[in-house]
């Protein structure tokens, strides 16, 4: 009677474990924030999915999408949520992370020349070079705002969006020297 219980019980904590880790794998898909082009004023968005109501549905069936949060609420917060459709047809396109890595992968930094490469999300975040010739990360930008920005701006390792940062809040301990060639 005691192995019987222990088989049972092995057999339901592999389950849970096979659900939990479909449900999380499920979550990781659906949650970040996405930018769509809201079918109303047919400007950028920023949305944020319920990942944690996708990940459910999705493990039961066919996943059923809801917004958590849009940068046009609480005005339009009764909104008909069209912009769903854009998701559903390219997940993974709309992804702010994504878009980054994307608009980051083929470029250089304007100060050292680095090159960027695959972008990894735990590392550093990267900067930008604006207009105002004023380097920001990328988590400065509102994300409906990102792709205007990304259209204007000029991409910037970490290391020198520091020294940047830097320069411009103590420029009196900053000395420039000239560069020395090496014969």
């Known amino acids: 009677m005691t192995t019987g219980l222990v088989i049972v019980a092995i057999l339901a904590v592999g389950l ?5 880790g479909l449900l999380v794998s499920r979550y990781r898909r659906y949650r970040g924030e996405r930018i769509i082009v809201c079918p109303e004023t047919e400007k950028p968005a920023a949305v944020e999915l319920d990942a944690v109501h996708a990940a ?57 020349g680095h090159d960027f490469g695959p972008i990894q999300t735990w590392e550093h975040q990267l900067a ?24 204007t701006s000029k991409p910037v390792c970490w290391n020198c969006h520091i020294a940047e940062s830097f320069r411009r809040q103590h420029p009196e301990l900053v000395v420039d020297r000239p560069t020395r060639k090496v014969s």
């Open 16 to 20: 849970f474990s096979l659900l939990g």
């Open 128 to 151: 930008l070079l604006g207009p105002g010739a004023k380097t920001m990360q990328w988590g400065e930008v509102q994300a409906d705002q990102l792709l205007d920005v990304l259209a």
């Open 56 to 112: 459910l549905t999705d493990t039961l069936g066919k996943a059923d999408l809801h917004l958590k949060s849009c940068s046009r609420w609480p005005e339009r917060q009764d909104c008909g949520q069209e912009c769903l459709r854009q998701i559903e047809v390219a997940p993974e396109d709309c992804l702010v992370r994504n878009i980054l890595a994307n608009w980051y992968a083929d470029k250089r930094c304007v100060f050292c």
